[in-house]
């Protein structure tokens, strides 16, 4: 008899064990989830390159997405201009670009 409860406890203990493991491993995989864009604002002259508009600010080429959809702004006239650009920064192995959210002369 003892030798039988102790082998429900070893059973119900390992089974309680693999459930709070599973869960552990459910929450793991859930953190990684992508992060979240950083947030930039760069100061820079704006140019356009063989992949469109770009923002070079002394040390760093950004490329530019999303600018056709600044409204009130025609961003083509600021290209050689100093400018303010923000919105989302994406790093990839084709280098880092700007999802603008954002452009205006620099003062």
């Keep these: ?4 409860m102790t082998l429900i406890a070893v059973l119900i203990i390992g089974f309680a064990g693999m ?32 992949t469109g508009l770009a923002l070079f600010d002394g040390n760093q080429t950004y490329g530019l997405k ?25 790093k990839t192995d084709k280098g880092a670009f700007i999802n603008v959210k954002e452009v205006a002369a620099a003062n």
């Design 19 to 50: 459930g709070f493991m599973a869960l552990a491993a459910e929450q793991k995989t859930t953190g990684d989830a992508e992060a979240p864009a950083a947030v930039i604002q760069v100061r820079g002259v704006m140019e356009k390159s063989e």
């Design 1 to 4: 008899m003892k030798t039988k």
């Design 66 to 90: 999303g600018c056709e959809n600044i409204k009130g702004v025609k961003v083509e006239d600021m290209v050689g201009k100093l400018v303010k650009v923000s919105g989302d920064l994406e």
